[in-house]
């Protein structure tokens, strides 16, 4: 056998033990285990199986609790901002979000109604955010605003992107450590 | 779940199976085993239940390993004999909570199906290619870019875990659902269509 049929075989093997843990055929699972008995590679492979299964099952018990939190603040403490850790570029809508909820003193109303249509547009910031250069950047897409408020804009995008690297390096300090040795 | 109440089993100190029931690492994968198993069912219960029913399910395996001790046949790894006895355990433990009856088994002629349809050593033929695309395009995205990063890509599941920024057991439960939903296509496509 070669080595991808190999790799089939054990991913196949897998595969159907998930299959029959998911819908309680323990007489499938028991099979799959005598299999296992001599198969050292499957059994390492089922016991990853079971800590995918754990990982995946604590995750939907933190939505389900981070759900209920928040709906519990926004019920009751409806002053209260509720930051949620996103992962991917900062975007004009991010952006925008956050002038909506912490606007600044004395925009004009142009600005209001631009922010307003910007809340909807998905597009990342560019990488550099000097002000002439932002300016020149979303004036290009969006239409001109007055300086204010691309001032008032640039902050905010600066806040937000420094918070977002923050949250990328604790993502990257919290990930689980590769395996030393790769399995098929 | 119904736990057997049962004398102490004695068994030597050097008895392969109390060594490995001794072995903290391979007492984990046991837990995890039963927890995997146990928390489809208690999803809403707090995590400490979750916990408890399985380290029972895990002492309850382990009293029956040192009874069955002398099927144990030494030549063999005894993880998956253990395993295989969590496994007896947890199906007693699933009947007492479970409301609805197991589903059907799964179809063994589609898993066959499946194998040959994604066998790299026939993949050498067009018609075998163009089947595998055809899976390809009838599943959801999240699927199909997994399959496509092992089976086009050939990418291990660490390479796999890093390219999509997940864990790697994750990574090969992804990969099982995905071909899990393949096998679905596999066993209700007509045979005579197939190369």
């Not at chain 1, 809340?119 to 300086?147: H, I, K, Y």
């Not at chain 2, 007896?88 to 009947?95: P, S, W």
């Not at chain 2, 959801?140 to 997994?146: D, F, K, L, N």
Request: aromatic content about 4%.
């Amino acid at each position: 056998m070669n080595t991808n049929n190999r790799r089939l075989q054990i991913d196949l093997a897998a595969a159907r033990y998930l299959d029959a843990l998911e819908r309680d055929d323990f007489t499938a699972m028991s099979d799959i285990w005598q299999s296992a008995l001599s198969d050292p590679e499957l059994d390492m492979v089922l016991r990853e199986i079971h800590a995918g299964l754990i990982e995946e099952q604590s995750q939907e018990a933190l939505a389900t609790s981070s759900a209920a939190l928040t709906a519990a603040v926004e019920n009751h403490l409806p002053s209260a901002e509720i930051v949620q850790s996103k992962l991917g570029p900062v975007t004009v809508a991010d952006v925008a979000e956050e002038l909506f909820r912490h606007t600044p003193d004395r925009l004009p109303a142009e600005a209001h109604v631009l922010n307003e249509r910007l809340r909807a547009t998905q597009e990342p910031l560019p990488d550099e955010l000097g002000l002439s250069g932002l300016t020149a950047w979303a004036e290009t897409r969006f239409g001109v605003a007055p300086a204010e408020y691309w001032r008032a804009f640039r902050q905010a995008a600066v806040k937000l992107e420094l918070r977002r690297a923050a949250e990328a390096e604790y993502h990257l300090a919290a990930r689980r450590a590769p395996q030393p040795e790769e399995k098929p | 779940m119904t736990v057997t109440v049962t004398q102490p089993v004695a068994a030597p100190p050097d008895d392969p199976v109390r060594m490995a029931l001794d072995d903290p690492e391979l007492r984990a994968s046991l837990v995890n085993h039963a927890l995997a198993v146990l928390g489809r069912h208690l999803a809403g219960r707090p995590a400490a239940d979750r916990a408890d029913k399985a380290k029972e399910a895990c002492q309850e395996t382990g009293v029956r390993a040192l009874q069955k001790r002398h099927d144990y046949d030494p030549t063999r790894p005894v993880s998956p004999w253990l395993h295989g006895i969590m496994n007896f355990v947890l199906a007693e433990a699933i009947r007492s909570v479970r409301r609805s009856p197991a589903q059907e088994s799964a179809d063994p002629a589609a898993w066959e199906q499946l194998e040959a349809d994604l066998d790299s050593d026939k993949a050498e033929s067009v018609h075998a290619r163009l089947d595998v695309a055809s899976y390809l395009a009838k599943l959801p995205s999240e699927h199909t870019e997994v399959l496509q990063l092992r089976f086009n890509e050939g990418l291990t599941h660490n390479e796999i875990a890093v390219r999509l920024g997940i864990s790697n057991v994750n990574a090969r439960v992804r990969l099982c659902r995905a071909l899990v939903a393949a096998k679905l296509i596999a066993g209700v496509e007509p045979r005579e269509d197939r190369p």
